[in-house]
């Protein structure tokens, strides 16, 4: 399969692609590692008139920290990049986890951070853990930037807060919650296959074990990723014990309201979508607790 035809431009700055999205607006499309824009493109699903590819912005691509343990990739980093990053592995440990969980290594090696951020899968990873992590998005335009938390970003299947003229340039981790105990599961057809369900659990417990907040981020079960708020607040409080997790579970099932398509139906989301939040917690506990995950 071919795409439609489209005019191309590789711009080699920032200023000059910022220039392009502000001239074409919503006729054109970013490619940054292509591992979503491309596929869809020579199925004809999309079908832009112009294409930006940006990958010549090598400025946009990097990985740094600061003294506060926050970390900032820039929007052109690869996914097998924050897989291998060192400054990942210490800082955020639940990211250098999850990535390898993102396609295979071969989409890996191309995919971007920005990319799978912008097209906004609702089953893909990096969405859930922006979500979970509360990470900010910086979106420049030729007039200046704005900064967006992800609970603000993520709008719908394939739908994000970016408007037409605006590119994404960073993705903000903040330190303040990079050392919580933390556990991820998904569930998927095939290793690589997008996740059927998938569940991060993020506890901040005290140094007697009592849970003085809580973060519960499904994917896979809807429009966009969510956190589910009545979950969160059964395990406040508590030592999250094994009936503190079975309860959390129930609210989790309880609150998705997913649909049914080709891969699963909708009572399969919601009954497994309990067992993986059920079973996140569980990791995070026994990481708590300096044990090695079951």
């Not at 394939?158 to 569930?187: C, K, S, Y």
């Not at 506890?203 to 074990?209: E, I, N, Q, R, V």
């Amino acid at each position: 399969m071919k795409p439609a035809k489209f005019d191309y431009y590789a711009p080699g700055s920032l200023p000059e692609a910022l220039a392009l999205t502000a001239q074409f607006g919503d006729e054109a499309k970013i490619l940054a590692g292509g591992q979503s824009l491309m596929p869809l493109m020579n199925m004809r699903l999309a079908r832009p008139g112009v294409v930006i590819d940006i990958n010549r912005i090598s400025e946009m691509a990097y990985i740094s920290q600061d003294g506060n343990d926050a970390l900032a990739i820039g929007a052109l980093t690869r996914q097998r990049a924050m897989e291998r990053s060192s400054a990942v592995r210490e800082t955020f440990p639940l990211l250098a986890a999850a990535v390898p969980y993102i396609g295979h290594s071969q989409i890996r090696n191309r995919g971007t951070i920005g990319g799978s951020m912008a097209h906004a899968d609702p089953a893909a990873e990096l969405p859930a853990l922006g979500l979970a992590l509360d990470a900010e998005l910086i979106l420049a335009s030729a007039t200046g930037q704005r900064v967006v938390k992800a609970e603000d970003f993520f709008l719908g299947q394939l739908t994000t807060a970016l408007t037409p003229g605006e590119i994404l340039t960073e993705v903000r981790f903040p330190g303040t919650i990079g050392r919580w105990a933390w556990g991820f599961q998904e569930v998927c057809r095939r290793e690589g296959d997008f996740a059927l369900v998938g569940a991060i659990a993020l506890l901040d417990l005290d140094g007697s074990g009592a849970c003085q907040a809580a973060r519960i981020t499904m994917f896979g079960v809807g429009g966009a990723p969510a956190r589910i708020p009545t979950a969160e607040e059964r395990l406040v409080g508590t030592t999250v014990d094994s009936a503190d997790r079975e309860a959390a579970a129930e609210a989790v099932s309880q609150a998705l309201d997913p649909v049914s398509d080709i891969h699963a139906s909708a009572t399969y989301r919601k009954q497994v979508g309990g067992v993986m939040a059920r079973r996140a917690l569980e990791d995070a506990i026994h990481q708590a607790n300096g044990a090695s995950r079951p």
